[in-house]
């Protein structure tokens, strides 16, 4: 079987993982000439995670397993396919690889799963064709890739400008949380959401436009749940609901519950309702799924770390 000269004695299927990312806060600026929005973000990484395995095969291919995976291409699109294709050419090398991936995140949710995708086939094609690329040069090729898939790698709580893939981490933003995440029937398109957005900004004027982050990092440097769920925003948020207008009935559910506040996750149409604890999350979460405005509900909480490879297995094969 073709390996790379440099790959690691032994190793022939490496696996990584990857979290979804929510926006605690979502500034979106004006439409750029290339396209892209400039954003002020502050991502989190929570627990919801990607796992992805490369391995050496006789041919390249795609499998994708878990909910929603029948949505997801399994062509050289696929992002995790993608980051591949640029490390195996970056290595010079004529491997095939297949790519395995289990979807733990919502597929087009919102929450950067396809990203995250990206994120763990970068760090497992790294190990597996033995390029030793550190975290900068990985996370420079990640931001090729998405604007979201830079956070996917490092994880954590972190600042994000540019089209959201220049990351500086917020250190001090501690501040834990527990939250529901109710799912949507279908998804919503990110470049959709955005143009709406210019739509409904070009039709109205008193759209509200999120302010700076320095009171939101501030806040996530204490213990207080309440006051960083206060300071919560996503300027996508109206561009959503637009396109989908019975998200409406799901926010309102989850402030009926009792949610400290409840918001639609980037670009959507996932809704995200920020609690005080993990029992408060569950109590909220039983109530929202009552209610039946949810495909799904699920309780996770944040932050936590970025990408990370797990054991790759060894064979005595060389
Ligand atoms: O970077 P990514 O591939 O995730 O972006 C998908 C699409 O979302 C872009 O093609 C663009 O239409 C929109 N987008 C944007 N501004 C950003 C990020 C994404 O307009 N900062």
New binding site residues.
């Given amino acids: 079987m073709p390996r790379d000269a440099s790959t690691p004695a032994g190793v022939r299927a490496v696996t990584a993982v990857a979290p979804a990312k929510i926006n605690l806060h979502l500034g979106?600026g004006d439409?750029?000439a290339d396209?892209?929005?400039?954003?002020l973000t502050v991502y989190r990484a929570v627990d919801l995670w990607e796992e992805v395995t490369v391995s050496f095969a006789d041919r390249d291919e795609v499998t994708v397993s878990g909910p929603g995976a029948p949505h997801v291409p399994t062509d050289r699109s696929n992002l995790a396919a993608r980051a591949v294709d640029l490390l195996r050419e970056e290595a010079g090398s004529d491997a095939r690889i297949a790519i395995r991936m289990v979807k733990g995140v919502p597929v087009a949710g919102g929450m950067a799963g396809?990203?995250a995708d990206a994120a763990a086939a970068l760090l497992a094609t790294d190990r597996l064709l033995g390029l030793g690329l550190g975290r900068a040069a990985l996370e420079e090729r990640a931001a090729r890739?998405?604007?979201?898939?830079p956070f996917c790698l490092r994880g954590g709580t972190a600042l994000g400008t540019?089209?959201?893939?220049t990351l500086a981490t917020l250190l001090r933003a501690r501040t834990e949380q527990h939250l529901v995440v109710a799912l949507a029937d279908g998804g919503l398109s990110?470049?959709v959401v955005?143009?709406e957005l210019d739509r409904l900004r070009a039709e109205r004027t008193d759209l509200p436009r999120a302010g700076g982050t320095e009171s939101l990092v501030e806040a996530l440097a204490g213990d207080d749940p309440l006051m960083v769920a206060d300071l919560l925003t996503n300027d996508l948020q109206p561009a959503a609901l637009s396109l989908m207008p019975a998200l409406r009935r799901t926010l309102r559910a989850g402030e009926e519950a009792g949610a400290l506040h409840g918001m639609v996750s980037g670009?959507g149409p996932t809704c995200l309702f920020f609690c005080s604890d993990r029992e408060h999350a569950i109590s909220v979460a039983a109530e929202v799924s009552a209610h039946g405005v949810a495909r799904e509900v699920r309780i996770t909480r944040g932050p936590v770390g970025g990408a990370r490879l797990l054991t790759p297995q060894q064979t005595t094969e060389q």
């Fill in positions: 979106v439409l750029r396209g892209f929005h400039d954003l396809g990203s890739l998405g604007s979201d898939v540019g089209r959201g893939e990110t470049p955005f143009a670009s």
